[in-house]
Nanobody, 126 residues
Framework: QVQLVESGGGSVQAGGSLRLSCAAS????????MGWFRQAPGKEREFVAA????????YYSDSVKGRFTISRDNAKNTGYLQMNSLKPDDTAVYYC???????????????????WGQGTQVTVSS
């Protein structure tokens, strides 16, 4: 199995940027599809972005497309989420997740992911 630890969250004004990191340990990181999800108070956990095992394929929710970029460095066992042009609606706890499903598909739903980090808070003020 793999252990995930997020970092890089914080407070920023609208229009600002943050870069989240997801450090993986345990089993080889490149074996897993990686995703980012977020959960705001009183709301369900929602998909933000995902990338294939190699990082060659990326997927985004409509709400972050064009502003966020997901990437990974398998040599460093680390994934990233670059967040630009942040909005107050982006305020949430952000989670990194790993999916061990065999195959070429990249899953976009939280229940399809097997391992989760503890989350990191992102707060965007207007």
């Amino acid at each position: 199995q793999v252990q995930l630890v997020e970092s890089g969250g914080g407070s920023v004004q609208a229009g600002g940027s943050l870069r989240l990191s997801c450090a993986a340990s345990g089993r080889t990181f490149s074996l897993y599809v990686m995703g980012w999800f977020r959960q705001a108070p009183g709301k369900e956990r929602e998909f933000v972005a995902a990338t294939s095992r190699s990082g060659s394929m990326t997927y985004y929710s409509d709400s972050v497309k064009g502003r966020f970029t997901i990437s990974r460095d398998n040599a460093k066992n680390t994934g990233y989420l670059q967040m630009n042009s942040l909005k107050p609606d982006d305020t949430a706890v952000y989670y990194c997740a790993a999916d061990q499903t065999i195959g070429n598909s990249v899953n976009l739903r939280a229940y399809q992911y097997d391992y989760w980090g503890q989350g990191t808070q992102v707060t965007v003020s207007s």
